[in-house]
């Protein structure tokens, strides 16, 4: 082995590992970029025929779901693409013959505006000293080199006829052969679809189910990329056409499909485009009228194209940054030229979606990727780190419009503090926990500012405290200002210890509720005293307790009682919930969903549907079977609410505690059903813990069922009317993201569509009898 004094790089030297593995990533680098550049003979017709299967894919699968097999569905596809291809070269060839006949009738014009040009510039002018100067310089310089050498020029030798006219056979030849190329294998792609992609799934190993998803994302994003950059360019030419008609340039309709063909071209296409109109409205028009209502034109429509249509059309469809999209169109142009500019953003996606699936490959998703690398609080937490408290503010602003105050304080500042929390004995020095501190103070004092709350009576109905730390008392702030946006008279104030003499200085007399707030991750002892020594001063005093830190598991409903607290909150939102049913003015009762004005009209249309048929009782038993297993949850339901109850019409389970009616189903008072909120709401309810939102934490229903965790989608008709919803519930608390809830409102749909089949149904069953209003309403959902 190597000593450690002599340079070497020892095994177990974790730098010299690091060193190590850069240098084989980058000679990997290397020896694929070398691949790319000399490959692309080969590489190139396989990356444009890939990128038009990924174009034609969606129209073959759309055949073969109405029935045609796959070789019928890719010939029919094939067959019209080479069609529109014809007629789109038939129409170019007639545009250009016609321009061609016509140009020798410009030629005076252009000699005439030349010639006007030329007299313009001969006149004299400013620099006409200068530039004689400069010529007179080049004389010598010519002069004194001819002396010195003569120029000697090589001819070559003349060609055959023959050798001519190969020359001009390959290079028509290349670009056909090059096309064929590119046709055999999106025909080879579009039949081996399936093949080819289980050999990707192959290459790229590890979980199925994450290569299965980079597969689809990738599918998803380059199709939706390339039918939004047709309909940008198509929604371009079409005015642009009609427009160069109106001004009178000749060829228009060839100038329109020139545009939409060379916009597929980043960056430099849509300027080619524009050349051609313009020299022709300059040789067609004797004066300047034509050509500059031309480039009016043009340069209105790019205005609107770029600020409006294409962020509308556009949105998110690549993933990918701005700059990532500039860096990718200049590497793969260097790469691949002209052809690499093409296939540069097709190709970028493909990278961004390897960065997402591979762990290997992160770097890619961190480098190409749209989404912020730094979360809103992370990003606040640095500025603040670096002291620009301005930039700070800025970002929070910037999140406040989007979200509002009070969520902003519970999703992002609280964040701020456990980051400052998680490195106060870690990283931070004291430099950075001063500037966090007077940061934070300085950002919050010009929120409040910004976003004032309206005045307060001169007593308080709530005071926050700090508990322990510096951040404690930012929270407390925090906390207060978002009760002052409530309407709740709160004033936040300090204790440096918890001692007789200062707690008594807190001046609670005639203070109702108080909010301590603590970080730490083990406060139990300090919360225990505090709520002591508060009691022992003001026993009536009502004591939330706010742990912005601690785990789930130690919430326990109960847990209050053993520290001396009334409540224990973990966020800002269920802080207000909880002080608010503590409040004397404020019933303390379950939350109750507001009842829908047109809630007369909903019953009326539930009972006109087939929603209570008890035939359907089995399709819907079995949705709700398959939302149970696909969420991996311990209960899943289909509720119809009425006047006064909720009717569970479709279950995973069989549940119990609650009366059933005359069917056998169970039936819950509507005011205690959480289903009545997606009613009430008409949107898709999610609660992640039931004892942590105080709307739920005494709700029968969750009490008696055990749930901590519900998710409700709503059951809509096309009417408008939400008759009921489809949820999912479990004992443990846990989150939904926005593709689950997505699936979720699929299943509600699903739910929507068998109703609408039953109605359907039962009115075929009765020819005689009228199809109510309601179920033909419903039946609207029956998709095709």
Same mark, same amino acid.
């Given at each position: ?69 796959? *070789? ?26 016609? !321009? ?7 030629? /005076?014009?252009?000699?005439?505006? %030349? ?5 313009? %510039? ?50 028509? +030849? ?96 849509? $300027? ?9 409205? %300059? ?20 205005? *609107? ?19 990532? +999209? ?22 970028? @996606?493909?990278? !961004?979606? !390897? ?14 990727? /749209?989404?912020?690398?730094? /979360? ?24 406040? #419009?989007? +979200?509002?105050?009070?969520? %902003? ?8 503090? &456990? ?17 966090? =501190? ?47 946006? #409530? ?34 991750? #083990? ?35 109960? =847990? ?24 004397? #003015? ?5 939350? @109750? ?23 359907? &009782?089995?399709? +819907? ?46 039936? $819950? ?47 809509? /008709? ?24 997505? !699936? ?6 699903? *739910?929507? *569509? ?31």
């Amino acid at each position: 082995m190597i000593p450690r004094e002599t340079g070497g790089i020892d095994a177990g030297d974790p730098g010299g590992s690091d060193i190590v593995t850069v240098a084989a990533t980058l000679v990997s680098a290397a020896v694929i970029i070398a691949a790319l550049y000399y490959g692309q003979d080969i590489l190139i017709p396989l990356a444009f025929a890939f990128l038009i299967g990924f174009a034609l894919n969606p129209p073959v699968m759309w055949l073969r779901r109405r029935g045609l097999p796959k *070789v019928i569905a890719i010939a029919v596809v094939m067959t019209v693409v080479l069609v529109l291809l014809a007629g789109l070269f038939l129409v170019l060839g007639t545009q250009l013959r016609s !321009l061609g006949e016509q140009l020798p009738t410009y030629q /005076s014009t252009i000699n005439g505006k %030349f010639n006007d040009l030329k007299a313009q %510039f001969r006149a004299p002018g400013l620099f006409d000293g200068a530039l004689n100067a400069i010529a007179s310089l080049q004389k010598e310089v010519e002069a004194a080199q001819g002396a010195a050498a003569q120029r000697v020029e090589i001819v070559p030798a003349p060609g055959t006829q023959l050798q001519a006219a190969l020359g001009w056979l390959g290079a028509a +030849l290349e670009p056909l052969a090059t096309a064929g190329i590119v046709l055999v294998f999106v025909v080879l792609a579009l039949l081996d679809r399936a093949d080819l992609r289980d050999r990707l799934l192959r290459i790229l190993g590890g979980n199925l189910h994450r290569s299965t998803d980079a597969i689809e994302d990738a599918g998803r994003r380059i199709s939706r990329y390339l039918l939004m950059q047709l309909v940008v360019n198509v929604s371009f030419a079409i005015p642009l056409t009609l427009g160069l008609w109106l001004i009178g340039v000749p060829g228009a309709p060839l100038w329109g499909v020139v545009a939409a063909v060379l916009r597929f071209v980043p960056y430099v296409g849509a $300027l080619i485009s524009a050349i051609f109109p313009l020299v022709l409205a %300059f040789a067609v028009d004797p004066g300047w009228d034509m050509l500059l209502w031309t480039l009016a034109l043009i340069a209105g429509l790019e205005i *609107v194209s770029n600020n409006i249509v294409e962020p509308m059309l556009y949105g998110t469809s690549t993933g990918l940054s701005a700059i990532s +999209l500039i860096a990718a169109a200049t590497f793969w142009t260097a790469l691949w030229g002209p052809v690499g500019l093409i296939l540069s953003t097709p190709l970028t @996606v493909c990278l !961004l979606v !390897l960065g997402k699936t591979l762990p290997q490959l992160q770097f890619l998703d961190t480098l190409l990727g /749209s989404v912020p690398v730094l /979360s809103s609080a992370e990003r606040i937490y640095q500025r603040l780190l670096a002291g620009d408290v301005d930039e700070a503010t800025e970002i929070a602003e910037g999140e406040i #419009e989007a +979200l509002g105050v009070v969520p %902003f304080y519970d999703s992002v500042g609280i964040a701020v503090l &456990r980051l400052a929390r998680d490195d106060y004995g870690r990283q931070a020095t004291a430099a950075h926990r001063l500037r966090i =501190a007077e940061g934070m103070e300085a950002l919050l004092e010009e929120l409040r500012e910004e976003h004032a709350p309206e005045a307060a009576a001169s007593a308080p109905t709530v005071v926050c405290i700090g508990g322990k730390w510096e951040i404690d008392a930012i929270a407390a702030a925090m906390l207060a200002h978002a009760f002052g946006l #409530e309407g709740i008279p709160t004033q936040a104030r300090r204790v440096a210890h918890v001692t007789k003499s200062a707690v008594a200085r807190l001046d609670l007399d005639g203070v109702p509720v108080v909010c301590i707030n603590y970080f730490s991750g #083990e406060p139990d002892g300090a919360v225990r005293q505090f709520c002591r020594r508060l009691r022992q001063r003001w026993p009536e005093l009502k004591i939330v307790v706010v742990l912005w830190t601690v785990s789930p598991e130690r919430l326990a409903s109960e =847990a209050g009682k053993d520290i001396g607290a009334d409540e224990i909150a973990t966020s800002i939102q269920e802080t207000i919930g909880r002080v608010q049913r503590l409040l004397p #003015e404020i019933a303390s009762e379950p939350a @109750v969903a507001a009842m829908p004005a047109d809630d007369a009209e909903r019953v009326a249309a539930l009972h006109g549907t087939a929603f209570l048929d008890e035939a359907l &009782r089995d399709d +819907l038993d079995a949705i709700a079977k398959r939302a149970a297993d696909a969420f991996d949850v311990d209960v899943a339901m289909i509720s119809a609410i009425d006047a006064e109850q909720e009717i569970v019409i479709g279950g995973s389970k069989d549940l119990s505690g609650f009366g059933r009616d005359e069917a056998g189903r169970p039936i $819950l008072p509507r005011r205690a059903a959480i289903c009545d909120h997606v009613v009430a709401s008409g949107e898709t309810l999610v609660v992640t813990d039931t004892e942590r939102d105080a709307r739920f934490t005494d709700n029968p229903v969750a009490k008696t069922w055990g749930l901590r965790f519900y998710a409700g989608a709503p059951l809509r /008709s096309s009417d408008g009317h939400v008759l009921g919803a489809l949820c999912i519930l479990d004992a443990k608390a846990r989150k939904l993201d926005q593709r689950e809830r997505e !699936l979720l409102e699929k299943l509600a749909a699903d *739910v929507v *569509v068998t109703l609408g089949r039953a109605c359907a149904d039962s009115a075929r069953q009765q020819p005689g009898e009228p199809e109510t209003e309601a179920s033909a309403t419903v039946g609207q959902q029956v998709p095709e």
